[in-house]
């Protein structure tokens, strides 16, 4: 297995700026890490002896010989990351450079407690590990995203609204009996977040990440680095007002952006209109299944029911009426929207826009960027994979520092 | 003078620190630089000895020794900062640790545009720095906050709607032709943060101040360092929106925060309630002067007209309501709140903490602190003057690194 506590820090450092690179050349690697080529060389000649780096071979035949890019060897191990929604859960085994290995998703109710959940999230771990061939020997680092507010220090839950029984709960010490790696723990959209920073290799500093699916919430890249604020609780922008008249919302506050305008309130508008015979296809919908989802609307928009296509656009705008306040304080460069409220069209991420573009001021918005997550639904594992490595790595290098 | 040019990188580094420290011992020193105490110790000495750093006498006569604690020396130099507001202008002379040698301050209007407005402040500059005895070659930086947008590399307004003939202005050019010295620029509310974090010695990490005057501001402290946005932008809180049918801002749209509750909102309430037959003091006040100020406003609240305490409250409610917004986007540790509007009385912080802690988040606000800015009046010159101090170290050090 990995020598990991021969590690110099140089060359833990190395391993690092190799993981935010995504595969780079040897030049590209001293400039990032401001050393001499040279220093660099020698760096990544002893990792590849060590068996920690590999490098691909010659690309390219389009003429001119281009540089190897060097890439963090899957004989480092494996990683767990998983991914707790309020209503799903998903966990994965990933290679070092963040390629899927294994990967299983089912529903589940958080607020069944985490005995119930995390017992269901152990026996996942296990039967992928087994489906790879891997051992819990080389589990190098675990990673794990939850829909609350995090301690980020001791991995706990702090007052998380959705998972009541989840409060300070150690997650840590529930898989520290099974695998020997550290586990680290962060809130879901934080983990989106952190997952677009690593695909973007830090070449953005400042953007949002906005996950709408039961909640609504944000994950915030500050000067390159994720910003959890003073209590853990930063983005926690479902709680917003958009409406001082509005809709009462779980927290007691009138106008949530969340109780107007995430999943369940998409529900509540298609029920009203279907009850209100403004839309037969969500009335038929209705009658047959007793209910009506997001997914519901959204097909019902696809096919051309105005009512559809009505609330879908009222509540892209009054996200984007949330988030006009957050870009006039924030400036961001981009802003990404995930989360399951996306798959519902191209047309809530435009009634965002527009609501956007005129409620800001022209110079935050002159540049600003309004997309879906790149990374889409891969975003929670992948950011909770990348949380795992860089954590694992960090503290590997504060040990051998 | 300074032999700046001579110093090595670590010696600029020790000066940063002392700054930064306003006045330690060497062991805190050593502690803050992350070096030894031999090291530090050899570094102070030097300084002493080229006269850039001095050092208190023993004090305390309360038994004991207590350490000497070591300064930025007079002989390094001296500071010009000028803050200039929507209506007023200030400028002082400061030492390099921030004592105030001179300072002047008079009504302005900024919409005269740069010629008008620099000339006057380069005839005060001069003025000033004559009374201090003091020469142009003394000057070692030279630090100007705006009531705008400022691009901060470039040192240039951009897109201000106060005043639109600043916009892409060279203030550095202008005052280039006077001063030897650097010339740095920055928004006006980004230096009452800068101006803070130096009084806490960066032991608060995540903050707000938020200015009330004219319009409203607000910088942004994140990871201990001012945050700007991608254009300059951040902090633009004033055009939040708090009704959605509510006044009409010079922005064009409804019920934005600064149009509601700022300045000349709390003039036209007043006005309002006076020729409404509500309140026999402010129509007496409008009698006399042909306008109600918001001093008019609280010197009548605090004679407890009712009238004049309700708009008190309704504007630091609707401020408070925007706050709640940026505090459950942010999660900061502390809001501090500065400006003109603040002279207007207790009752408007505690209308301000009210609607905030209402709105947000229980866990956002658990340890949140609210209170007007510790360096009130003088935050904006001595942000002004750390701004450069800051900046002409941080350039040095790169000059000889």
């Not at 696809?302 to 509540?315: E, H, K, T, W």
Request: proline content about 3%.
């Amino acid at each position: 297995m990995t020598r990991w506590d021969d590690l110099s820090s140089d060359e833990t450092a190395m391993l690092q700026t190799v993981f935010w690179s995504a595969g780079a050349s040897r030049l590209a690697l001293a400039d990032r890490m401001a050393c001499s080529k040279s220093k660099a060389n020698s760096l990544v000649a002893s990792l590849i002896d060590q068996g920690l780096l590999k490098e691909t071979g010659l690309q390219g035949s389009t003429g001119g010989r281009r540089p190897e890019t060097v890439h963090l060897s899957e004989r480092l191990g494996v990683l767990i990351g998983a991914d707790l929604g309020a209503t799903s859960l998903e966990v994965a085994i990933l290679r070092p450079d963040m390629g899927l290995l294994a990967r299983h998703a089912e529903t589940a109710d958080v607020r069944a407690g985490p005995g119930v959940v995390l017992a269901r999230v152990r026996v996942l771990m296990r039967e992928l590990l087994t489906r790879c061939g891997a051992t819990d020997k080389q589990v190098i680092g675990i990673g794990l995203g939850v829909p609350g507010p995090v301690d980020f220090e001791s991995g706990q839950l702090v007052n998380p609204p959705l998972m009541p029984d989840w409060d300070s709960f150690s997650i840590r010490d529930y898989l520290r009996e099974d695998y020997a790696a550290p586990v680290f723990v962060d809130n879901d959209v934080n983990l989106m977040a952190l997952g677009e920073l690593w695909r973007l290799q830090r070449s953005l500093q400042n953007f949002l990440v906005v996950k709408v699916g039961t909640g609504i919430g944000c994950g915030i890249v500050c000067h390159g680095e994720i910003y959890r604020g003073a209590n853990g609780s930063a983005g926690d922008v479902g709680h917003i007002c958009v409406d001082t008249e509005g809709q009462r919302c779980h927290c007691g506050n009138l106008g949530c952006v969340e109780a107007m305008a995430a999943g369940p309130a998409i529900s509540r508008m298609a029920t009203l209109a279907a009850n209100g015979g403004q839309s037969a296809v969500l009335a038929a919908c209705l009658r047959t299944n007793g209910a009506i989802t997001p997914e519901d609307v959204a097909q019902a928009g696809r096919n051309g029911d105005a009512a559809a296509n009505g609330i879908i656009q009222r509540s892209g705008s009054l996200i984007g009426q949330m988030l006009a306040s957050v870009v006039n304080f924030f400036n961001p460069s981009h802003v990404f929207i995930g989360g399951g409220i996306t798959r519902i069209g191209p047309l809530f991420l435009s009634s965002v826009r527009q609501s956007v573009y005129q409620r800001s001021l022209a110079l935050s918005t002159r540049h600003l960027e309004i997309q879906y997550t790149p990374l889409a639904a891969q975003g929670g594992l992948v950011g909770a994979g990348v949380l795992a490595m860089q954590e694992t790595l960090r503290r590997r290098g504060r040990v051998t520092a």
